[in-house]
């Protein structure tokens, strides 16, 4: 190999290496960036990967019982739909549960759909709604629960590229008062 062509070879390596640390830092900020900051279609790109999660959930007694679970995110179609796979190691055992969500780029809103291990084949609710405004995830849902109208929102908060919390609520009185049933504090597992 001549010089000229050594010295090309190496310009050619060091340029290479170069794209790829700069493609290499791009992602990594993009992985480190908390998300649900208006991003549109992206905006649950914050929860993609491993977590550990805390649980507190409302009994209708009123009394909280707490627990932990893992969950798995992972996007689809290019950030514009995710699964979301979760364990809870509830005191009565193991469940699990999955959310599938999903992007109108024409609405510019999340939909949610929740399926439950315990009744895998009951119907769907109707998906909770929503966006997310200066970093706060906020969704809503009016069904029908043993034959009154109810009202359901989730708010996603706290997101930091390592920890997020997500809480439901529900409303008898079409949103004018919130009981919230369920809160969970995510941390990621690195």
């Known amino acids: 190999m001549s010089r000229n062509s050594a010295t090309r070879f190496a310009s050619v390596i060091a340029l290479s290496l170069s794209v790829s640390a700069v493609a290499a830092t791009q992602a990594m900020k993009k992985t480190d960036q908390p998300r649900g900051e208006g991003a549109g279609e992206h905006g649950f790109d914050f929860e993609f990967g491993n977590w550990h999660v805390h649980h507190r959930l409302k009994r209708p007694t009123g009394e909280?019982?707490?627990?932990d679970g893992t969950s798995s995110d992972r996007g689809l179609n290019d950030g514009s739909a995710n699964v979301e796979e979760n364990t809870f190691h509830r005191p009565t055992g193991d469940t699990q549960g999955i959310a599938l969500r999903t992007f109108d780029k024409k609405t510019?809103?999340?939909?949610?759909?929740?399926?439950?291990?315990?009744?895998?084949?009951?119907?769907?609710?109707?998906?909770?709604?929503?966006?997310?405004?200066?970093?706060?995830?906020?969704f809503y849902s009016d069904g029908i629960v043993n034959g009154k109208p109810q009202r359901t929102r989730y708010i996603w908060s706290h997101i930091t590229p390592t920890s997020a919390r997500w809480e439901q609520a529900l409303s008898q009185d079409e949103g004018a008062t919130w009981d919230t049933n369920w809160v969970m504090e995510f941390e990621r597992i690195r």
Do not use: Y
């Open 64 to 67: 909280w019982v707490e627990f």
């Open 108 to 138: 510019g809103l999340w939909a949610i759909w929740w399926v439950d291990s315990r009744d895998p084949h009951a119907a769907l609710d109707p998906p909770v709604k929503g966006r997310f405004v200066d970093g706060v995830g906020t």
